[in-house]
């Protein structure tokens, strides 16, 4: 299989609402850390939509993760933009693990949620800082892209191509 050119729409849109949502999460995260304090303590917790937007918002995360390897196995991604080597491999690792946490995040909160499994509750809350690391990483490593390199990176998740 050649590689494509570029993302396609479908690629960028997923990775941007994927943003836009994971963004979500860390922002109201109150609802559902405040109901899971409650069910730990045995009391009803009550219906707060935020707690709902926190579940439906993160099994979307989880779909769109699987779409969009999906789509790369299908369809591939544009070669890498190195500058050096050690720079693709940071870059491809960085990249793994962030769909790694878009699986193990939804799913960690899901068994801890449905299944009460407070284990789960503490993976959960371990891997929420190892993924908003890996995201400042990515951040930084595209704005280095963007500012220092100048090689056109950030365009390729801005406009489709190929
Ligand atoms: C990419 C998806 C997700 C992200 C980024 C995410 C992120 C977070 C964050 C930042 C917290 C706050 C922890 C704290 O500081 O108190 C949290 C708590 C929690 N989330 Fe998620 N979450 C995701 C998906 C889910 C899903 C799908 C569920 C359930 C079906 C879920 C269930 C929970 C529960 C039960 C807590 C409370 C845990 C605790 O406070 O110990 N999460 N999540
Ligand atoms: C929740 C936050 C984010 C996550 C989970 C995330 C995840 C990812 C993943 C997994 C890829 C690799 C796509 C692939 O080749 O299959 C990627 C690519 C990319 N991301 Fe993000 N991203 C996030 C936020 C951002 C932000 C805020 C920016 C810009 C400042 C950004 C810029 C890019 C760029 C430019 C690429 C393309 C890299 C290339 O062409 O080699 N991302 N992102």
Same mark, same amino acid.
Do not use: C
């Given at each position: 299989?050649?590689?494509?050119?570029?993302?396609?729409?479908?690629?960028?849109?997923?990775?941007?609402?994927?943003?836009?949502?994971?963004?979500?999460?860390?922002?109201?995260?109150?609802?559902?850390?405040?109901?899971?304090?409650?069910?730990?303590?045995?009391?009803?917790?009550?219906?707060?939509?935020?707690?709902?937007?926190?579940?439906?918002? !993160?099994? /979307?995360?989880? *779909?769109?993760?699987?779409?969009?390897? =999906? &789509?790369?196995?299908?369809?591939? %991604?544009?070669? #890498?933009?190195?500058?050096?080597?050690?720079? !693709?491999? /940071?870059?491809? *690792?960085?990249?793994?693990?962030?769909? =790694? &946490?878009?699986?193990?995040?939804? %799913?960690?909160? #899901?068994?801890?949620?449905?299944?009460?499994?407070?284990?789960?509750?503490?993976?959960?809350?371990?891997?929420?800082?190892? &993924?908003?690391?890996?995201?400042?990483?990515?951040?930084?490593?595209?704005?280095?892209?963007?500012?220092?390199?100048?090689?056109?990176?950030?365009?390729?998740?801005?406009?489709?191509?190929?």
């Amino acid at each position: 299989m050649t590689a494509p050119t570029g993302y396609s729409r479908t690629q960028i849109a997923l990775h941007w609402v994927a943003f836009g949502l994971i963004a979500a999460q860390y922002l109201f995260k109150d609802a559902i850390s405040n109901a899971w304090d409650q069910i730990k303590l045995g009391v009803e917790a009550g219906f707060d939509p935020l707690v709902l937007a926190h579940v439906a918002g !993160g099994a /979307l995360v989880l *779909l769109f993760a699987l779409w969009r390897l =999906a &789509l790369r196995a299908r369809r591939g %991604v544009p070669v #890498a933009i190195e500058s050096t080597r050690i720079q !693709g491999i /940071l870059a491809k *690792l960085t990249h793994v693990g962030l769909y =790694a &946490l878009m699986i193990l995040m939804p %799913v960690s909160g #899901a068994v801890a949620w449905f299944g009460g499994v407070q284990l789960a509750a503490q993976g959960h809350n371990i891997m929420k800082v190892i &993924l908003l690391a890996l995201i400042a990483l990515h951040i930084v490593g595209a704005l280095y892209h963007q500012f220092v390199l100048r090689d056109g990176t950030l365009a390729r998740m801005r406009r489709a191509q190929g």
